[in-house]
């Protein structure tokens, strides 16, 4: 379900992601990662923390997303 993002505009990934009503930091995790395309050690990079942290953050993100728009 979650590659549906990557088949949507921008604004319609933003919107999307926005009306799942997700925590910011959440929301920030799934923005990175499938509206601007950026790796996990990208978003590492950029959150200044651990890659494997970012692939769990990533990992639960994506289910809380899913639970949401389901």
Known sequence: MIDILKELS???ALIMIKSANLRKKYE??????YVENKSCS???DIKGKEVQTIRNE???VRKKFYNKIK
């Open 10 to 12: 921008e604004a319609q």
């Open 28 to 33: 920030e995790i799934l923005i990175l990662r």
């Open 42 to 44: 990208e978003i590492a």
């Open 58 to 60: 990533v990992c639960i």
